[in-house]
């Protein structure tokens, strides 16, 4: 179930059309899907251990909260929201300017310059501080990502989308 960002994002509400969604890998289109994005992002954050509790802690309510209305995509957008909580704040704890790279590999002309440029990683500036965020996050991810009424939803998805039924 390849993510599908050819979509009209900013028409689409996929709570009216859950058939549109499409898991992808990892976080993607966790910024694009709507309404999800815009109930999920205002509570996402990881500065400091106290608040990447709280912000996990208040998004795996709302995946919680998904499951118990079996709404599939909201509950995987809260679970991608878990998992680039966790990245995000990985990468911070790795790289204190936020950036792995010293010049950005997505913005290369070619295969061959892209691969160049990801050879080219900053050096680590280990944060403890963003590094206990990141744990937090993982934490709650995990618990998401394992929980047995999301892999049912999950499985019923990709067999709705399979089928072409909703």
Do not use: C
């Not at 509790?53 to 809260?78: C, H, N, P, T, W």
């Not at 990502?145 to 067999?159: D, G, M, P, S, V």
């Amino acid at each position: 179930m390849a993510f599908d960002y050819s979509l009209d994002f900013q028409n689409i509400d996929f709570r009216q059309h859950p058939e549109l969604y499409r898991v992808g890998k990892g976080e993607q289109g966790v910024l694009l899907v709507e309404p999800y994005k815009s109930e999920i992002l205002p509570h996402w954050r990881f500065k400091t251990p106290e608040v990447a509790r709280e912000s996990s802690q208040k998004i795996y309510e709302m995946f919680l909260a998904y499951l118990e209305q079996d709404d599939f995509v909201g509950a995987d957008m809260a679970r991608k929201f878990l998992q680039m909580g966790y990245t995000r704040a990985r990468r911070y704890a790795n790289h204190k300017s936020g950036r792995k790279y010293k010049n950005n590999p997505q913005k290369a002309s070619s295969t061959e310059e892209q691969i160049q440029l990801r050879k080219d990683v900053l050096p680590y500036e280990v944060d403890p501080i963003k590094a206990e965020s990141a744990a937090i996050f993982k934490e709650k991810w995990m618990q998401a990502k394992t929980n047995e009424k999301y892999l049912q939803l999950l499985a019923k998805h990709k067999e709705n989308i399979l089928t072409g039924s909703k």
